[in-house]
Nanobody, 127 residues
Framework: QVQLVESGGGSVQAGGSLRLSCAAS????????MAWFRQDSGKEREGVAQ??????????YYSDSVKGRFTLSRDNAKNTVSLQMDSLRPEDTGMYYC??????????????????WGQGTRVSVSA
């Protein structure tokens, strides 16, 4: 059973930074595509960033809304991906969810393509 455990999150003022981490366990079939999504009250779930976490390497892909401000990195030895969020804005507020699927990243941040989800961690950015 694949488990994703998120950590990080919290409350900051606009312009501040936060770092989220997601640790994956239970997947034994090779690399995974791992991503972060977010959702705020009354809004649809939005893809933030994704990366292939495996020995073949991978380049992170970002949504336009976070490009240049967020950085997604991976630690294959620890089966962990981390999302460094800088220059945070109030519109970045929401629940952030780690997601994963076995194998390659096959879509650009489409939630339906991910099989595994974490419980979420809250990010709140005040003006």
């Amino acid at each position: 059973q694949v488990q994703l455990v998120e950590s990080g999150g919290g409350s900051v003022q606009a312009g501040g930074s936060l770092r989220l981490s997601c640790a994956a366990s239970g997947y034994t079939s090779g690399g995974m595509c791992m991503a972060w999504f977010r959702q705020d009250s009354g809004k649809e779930r939005e893809g933030v960033a994704q990366i292939y976490a495996g020995t073949a390497g991978g380049i992170a892909y970002y949504s336009d809304s976070v490009k240049g401000r967020f950085t997604l990195s991976r630690d294959n030895a620890k089966n962990t991906v981390s999302l460094q969020m800088d220059s945070l804005r109030p519109e970045d507020t929401g629940m952030y969810y780690c997601a994963a699927r076995g194998g390659a990243c096959v879509s650009r941040l489409r939630a339906i393509s991910y099989n595994y989800w974490g419980q979420g961690t809250r990010v709140s950015v005040s003006a």
